[in-house]
């Protein structure tokens, strides 16, 4: 079973920061593409940031120049830097790891356990 450990959600004052942190197997990780998606309630799960193998990142554009997703292979962690934080960017935040199985063209994807994010104006 593939584990996700997501960490660093809490409270913060609109225009602060936070750092959030997601911790994935080191067998799959450097080959996966990761990627923080998020949901406020009674609204769907949406994608923040995506970051592929090789280091590639895409944002959705309501975050697109205030976060920032990074990886780091040899510690086998995501992070989402979130700067410039507003009163809509609460919600909780998922980490997803998609990891593709070459050789019988499937992917699998796995979520970690969502971590809270408020910010309040």
């Known amino acids: 079973q593939v584990q996700l450990v997501g960490s660093g959600g809490g409270l913060v004052q609109a225009g602060g920061s936070l750092r959030l942190s997601c911790v994935a197997p080191g067998s799959i990780f450097s080959v996966s593409a990761m990627g923080w998606f998020r949901q406020s309630p009674g609204n769907q799960r949406e994608l923040v940031a995506t970051?592929?193998?090789?280091?590639?990142?895409n944002y959705a554009d309501f975050v697109k120049g205030r976060f920032t997703i990074a990886r780091d292979n040899a510690k086998n962690t995501v992070s989402l830097q979130m700067n410039s934080l507003k009163p809509e960017d609460t919600a909780v935040y998922y980490c997803?790891?998609?990891?593709?199985?070459?050789?019988?063209?499937?992917?699998?994807?796995?979520w970690g356990q969502g971590t809270q994010v408020t910010v309040s104006s």
């Open positions: 970051i592929d193998s090789s280091g590639s990142a």
């Open positions: 997803n790891l998609k990891f593709p199985i070459d050789f019988i063209k499937r992917t699998l994807e796995y």
